[in-house]
């Protein structure tokens, strides 16, 4: 039966969902700090599980909608909160169509606690839609962030890394051990502040291409530059950039690979 309340206590976490209930007080104090929620804002939470944050959000600003794809946690949302100024979707996030939220020209805050096994492709996912998105705070694997965060030469430095920071300025806000969660994560974690940027000065004509001049440097990580994009580049080509073309992926900046993609854009189009 829709919208009937189930008993919340016993609700048993859910591998398949990659359920990890935050339950420590404190830690959710400060994430409320962090977030900053304002009456004005709208905001779309992702994967509330019992509502250890929606509890606070729902009074603290003038639009909220949740997404959450375990049916029963869904019910439980929406009778718990029959009364309340909320939309729940029972609905997996990694296919939601995001752009149906924004129904204002108010770009959305997005907040979640969100699933390891798919934090990276539901990260994408949220950057294709980043034209409607003001910023995002999420709880994720600590290794996740660090590669969110990381900077050309850290080892954490990757394809994620790259992508992150052409469309945002990532920040690590506050480590979470795992007893904060129930059940707990064999991982630690973290919480992330991803702000969207409005003005990018030095912008990839061709995103495609730049995606997958990125994806390609590093599928083979260890290899240097010009044996990973020998079928695009040419030792000339690296040469006339000025990039070295014995460095690995990691060595590379953003700028890099944005001069990367615009060249081969450019040659293409014989411009």
Partial sequence: MENQS?????????KRFGQNFLENQAIINNILQIIAPNITDHF???GPGKGALTEYFID??????VIELDKDLANH???KYRNKQIIIYQDDALKFDFTKLATTKQKLRIVGNLPYN????LLFHLLEHRHIIKDMHFMLQKEVVLRLCAQPKQKNYGRLSVMCNYFCDALMMLDVPPEAFNPQPKVDSAIVRLTIKENIPNKAKDLKLFAHIVKTAFSQRRKIISNTLKTIFTLEDFNKLNINYKSRAEELRVSDYIALANYQYNKRNNK
Avoid: F, Q, Y
């Fill in 6 to 14: 189930i008993n919340i206590d016993n609700h048993i976490a859910r």
């Fill in 44 to 46: 779309i939470e992702i």
């Fill in 60 to 65: 603290k600003v003038s639009s909220l909608k």
């Fill in 77 to 79: 949302l929406k009778h």
């Fill in 118 to 121: 798919i934090s990276t492709p």
